[in-house]
């Protein structure tokens, strides 16, 4: 096969960046576009067939726009990037990282990292209602989290109300330690840490003594009227469709409202249908309600995760592909024991 042979002009500190820590990210490229990637006086040499030069090529040009840019190159760039080049998408990465929605408390930019993020995040702004679902890792919770900041320090709302469903601590209950906050307060757990880390500890405990931010589990909604709020209901497959029903017809004026959820992660008693499932069947056609669903590709923690959830997606596919055999192969095994017993009489 001839060898085709192109040259990328990166400064040292970008190629610091785009490389990786002990060149990772190029042994990466190389492996998975199965071409030669060598620093050569400023030049960046990429040598192989002239189809996976041109897409080295112009994954890393986009990596190194991202370093331009202020970006820390991180490894699920890299993956992602080599995703999208699979799909001739070569300008997905530089489209992401132009949506910026907040900052840390520490000065890190918060932006959607995935296509799907991306849409998840314009779903928000566009929309009263929008449902997040998709598996661990995506960040449903978080990015809803950096929009309702966001609005809060904007003034668009006058709170934020953040919920979800304390179904494990049932009967069980009264067994913990503690009055009733610390006895639901683990399950509210990832709303604090997501809070702290981008508001800051100081700010969300000073908002939170004024009311003007809420963490309660969903019961405490009952009989209530949320006007002007931003409100995010987490783990809703853990919900009923009666809470569900419940939750929905809470929504004041003035108010948008974000629910996350794992279909697959349900912690339901057996035979008890989940309320996120019911909700997507019933308010799918209603104007202004969204739903957004994200998959493994948009997995933004470490890279194992994505090959487990994915490991998980086509494991319970085959699963479910079997069940739905099953009947007929069970109609065609009776059908011919019943043929061989009229043979055999």
Do not use: W
């Not at 929008?130 to 449903?140: D, L, Q, R, S």
């Not at 049932?170 to 757990?189: A, I, M, T, W």
């Amino acid at each position: 096969m001839e060898q085709f042979e192109e040259i990328i002009e990166m400064e040292a500190g970008h190629i610091l960046n785009v490389f990786g820590e002990y060149d990772k990210y190029v042994k990466k490229l190389e492996k998975y576009l199965s071409v030669t990637i060598v620093d050569r006086d400023g030049g960046v040499r990429i040598t192989g067939s002239r189809k996976h030069v041109e897409q080295t090529a112009a994954i890393l040009n986009q990596l190194l726009e991202l370093s331009k840019r202020g970006n820390q190159i991180q490894e699920q760039n890299v993956d992602y990037a080599i995703e999208m080049s699979m799909e001739s998408n070569n300008d997905a990465l530089l489209e992401i990282d132009g949506d910026l929605i907040c900052h840390t408390v520490s000065g890190k930019p918060i932006k959607p990292k995935t296509l799907g993020q991306k849409q998840y995040v314009d779903a928000i702004r566009r929309n009263m209602i929008v449902f997040g679902m998709g598996p661990a890792g995506t960040g449903k919770t978080y990015l809803a989290m950096a929009m309702a900041i966001t609005a809060f320090k904007n003034n668009e709302v006058e709170r934020i109300i953040l919920t979800r469903p304390a179904i494990e601590a049932g009967e069980k209950l009264g067994f913990l330690p503690g009055d009733l906050q610390s006895k639901v307060d683990p399950y509210l757990r990832p709303l604090y840490d997501a809070l702290y880390q981008i508001m800051g500890a100081e700010s969300f405990v000073k908002n939170m003594e004024k009311g003007l931010i809420e963490v309660a589990p969903l019961a405490y909604m009952r009989g209530r009227t949320l006007d002007n709020a931003y409100i995010i209901l987490d783990e809703a497959q853990n919900t009923t469709p009666a809470q569900m029903k419940m939750f929905l017809t809470r929504i004041g004026f003035g108010s948008k409202v974000i629910i996350t959820g794992d279909s697959s992660q349900k912690d339901l008693m057996p035979g008890v249908k989940s309320g996120l499932d019911v909700a997507e069947k019933v308010l799918q056609k209603i104007d202004d309600i969204a739903f957004c669903t994200l998959t493994s590709r948009d997995v933004v923690r470490h890279p194992l995760v994505q090959k487990i959830v994915k490991a998980y997606e086509t494991y319970e596919n085959r699963e479910l592909s079997r069940e739905r055999t099953k009947p007929q192969r069970e109609t065609k095994d009776n059908a011919r024991k019943k043929g061989k017993g009229r043979f055999a009489r």
